[in-house]
């Protein structure tokens, strides 16, 4: 059973960077998968973030690709998120999750982790 | 970018049947597009409903069903129970990235 677990800092300045980390147990994030970054701000819908897979390639949505960046570590077993230059608009419950192979679903998320951008 | 369109609200009896569609811009949605359904309830993460337009997961009841209806993708709940509302999201692979809709918020009235 895979179990996912988000980290990072809570509270954010503006114009600063979020970064958060995804630890994974139960799989290993070089073995196979896409390791998922998706948001949701207050009240509002889910946004897909980006993905990195488990060769390492990365895709970001087209409207954050400027500021994002995901990578992974393989010797922790740990996938990461920098969003660079946020604003309010990037305050949100930030939730990651595993893309399976063969488009066979995103069955396991974590249980998210909210960042508000505040001064 | 693709924009990915569901009914914002929906309201059904309990043990009734409701439809949920999704539809996006770039045209009509095939399985080459995988969609999928989650479901949220307030304070939990998603919860992974139906993979590959009709592939239900291990966990999902068999009243959640997923199919392609015209050039949407369509999720059918029957013999709806009141702990089905919820909001409900699809899933499209468009041109290589994955694009949310926004979600229908379905009421058990």
């Known amino acids: 059973q895979v179990q996912l677990q988000e980290s990072g800092p809570g509270l954010v300045k503006p114009w600063g960077t979020l970064s958060l980390t995804c630890a994974v147990s139960g799989d290993s994030i070089s073995r196979t998968h896409f390791w998922t970054w998706v948001r949701q701000p207050p009240g509002k819908g889910l946004e897909w973030i980006g993905e990195?897979?488990?060769?390492?390639?990365?895709k970001y949505n087209p409207s954050l690709k400027s500021r994002v960046t995901i990578s992974m570590e393989k010797s922790k077993n740990h996938f990461s998120l920098d969003l660079k230059s946020v604003t309010a608009a990037d305050t949100a419950v930030y939730y990651c999750?595993?893309?399976?192979?063969?488009?066979?679903?995103?069955?396991?998320w974590g249980q998210g982790t909210p960042v508000i951008v505040t001064s | 970018q693709t924009v990915v369109t569901q009914e914002p609200s929906v309201t059904v009896s309990p043990g009734g049947t409701v439809i949920l569609t999704c539809a996006s811009s770039s045209g009509v949605v095939t399985s080459s597009n995988s969609p999928n359904w989650f479901q949220q309830k307030p304070g939990q993460p998603p919860r992974a409903l139906i993979y590959?337009?009709?592939n239900r997961h291990s966990w999902t009841p068999v009243r959640f069903s997923g199919s392609l209806l015209g050039v949407r993708a369509a999720l059918a709940v029957s013999g709806v129970q009141p702990e089905d509302e919820a909001d409900y999201y699809c899933l499209l692979y468009c041109g290589g990235l994955w694009v949310f809709g926004g979600g229908t918020k379905l009421a058990v009235l």
């Open positions: 990195v897979s488990y060769s390492g390639t990365v």
């Open positions: 999750a595993r893309m399976m192979i063969r488009f066979q679903g995103m069955p396991d």
């Open positions: 590959g337009a009709t």
